[in-house]
């Protein structure tokens, strides 16, 4: 790795470093007052969020599909956590080990069913591919409503409190990190190539659907990640939380914040999800302004925010030298131009 490339990802990891502290010293110093709680649930939402959404932008910005059945992914995620954490109470791991080792489970519980809907629903591609996506998530809520195990339709309660502001902060940080870098990877160079021309792509020799698949469980295994955030924050879920308006939530936070875009992913799943709570106070009208807003942004920003530009802190306070400075800044630049 070039050293500029070293320097910019210590320069953005300092100024994620210094969010953190200052919303540790927001929440620590009660200046919030009783508010604290409230806006620290909020933050904690946005969390997950952000890692549900950026990994719907894998499928639906980096590979170019059109998905709608995310929130299975999710709710897979979520019931697999869920059910690892409570059989792993009491055997003497600590809560954040316990709760990593839910989350994998959640993840690798999602990335195993993502395989197993990418391999055939894959092989179809825009709107074929988002009704086998939708008929997916509902397959999968239907059986969470008939198994005992997820409480058979009713409320699964007695989920361990795990998940808080702090942690799920810097688990998202991990997870979005581990996106960027696969799509900045030759496998998601790749998977842009497939998604720029699927035609050429597979006369060149690529292997089209192994890309796919891949790409998709990956999206799946985070999905799931996020998932298990929620459930343990959470401590109670239904399957009827994971339902199609769940799904076309997710989507539309991808679009709001810019397709392709992972900086676009984590303000718009940050801005959206906390919107309708910092409206509570205007109960009747906050769906409305909900609404009224991502209209707007459509008409006037129809490319979502960030379009497929990425925030860079490095880029912005000009450190760093070398191709970060020249031909990378050149390169990011073309991309943000689409």
């Known amino acids: 790795m070039k050293k500029a490339y070293k320097i910019s990802y210590l320069v953005n990891l300092i100024g994620v470093l210094l969010v953190f502290l200052l919303f540790l010293a927001l929440f620590e110093s009660q200046v919030l007052g009783t508010r604290t709680q409230y806006i620290k649930g909020i933050c904690t939402t946005a969390c997950y969020t952000i890692v549900m959404v950026s990994s719907l932008n894998l499928i639906v910005g980096c590979m170019g599909e059109f998905s709608l059945g995310h929130a299975g992914f999710v709710s897979v995620g979520a019931y697999a956590s869920a059910i690892v954490s409570s059989a792993l109470a009491g055997k003497g791991l600590p809560d954040l080990a316990l709760l990593l080792v839910a989350l994998i489970a959640g993840g690798l519980a999602s990335a195993a069913t993502g395989v197993l809907v990418g391999i055939p629903a894959l092989r179809l591609r825009g709107d074929y591919l988002a009704i086998v996506t939708v008929a997916f998530a509902e397959i999968i809520r239907v059986c969470f409503c008939n198994f005992s195990i997820t409480g058979g339709g009713k409320t699964m309660s007695g989920i361990l409190k795990l998940a808080d502001f702090y942690w799920s902060y810097w688990i998202m940080v991990v997870c979005v990190a581990v996106m960027y870098m696969y799509v900045r990877s030759r496998y998601g160079r790749t998977v842009k190539a497939i998604r720029e021309d699927y035609i050429a792509a597979a006369a060149s020799g690529i292997n089209v659907t192994y890309y796919k698949v891949l790409t998709f469980a990956i999206a799946a295994f985070f999905a799931g990640v996020g998932g298990g955030i929620y459930a343990h924050y959470m401590t109670a879920m239904i399957p009827t939380n994971f339902n199609f308006n769940y799904s076309a939530e997710l989507l539309s936070e991808v679009i709001i914040g810019g397709t392709g875009s992972l900086t676009g992913s984590v303000i718009g799943a940050a801005f959206l999800s906390s919107l309708p709570e910092l409206m509570r106070s205007f109960s009747t009208y906050r769906m409305l302004a909900y ?23 490095s880029r912005i306070l000009h450190i760093g030298t070398g191709r970060l400075n020249g031909t990378a800044a050149k390169e990011s630049g073309k991309e943000g131009e689409g």
């Open 291 to 313: 609404s009224v807003v991502l209209v707007l942004v459509m008409i006037f920003k129809p490319g979502g925010i960030f379009g497929s530009w990425e925030f860079s802190l």
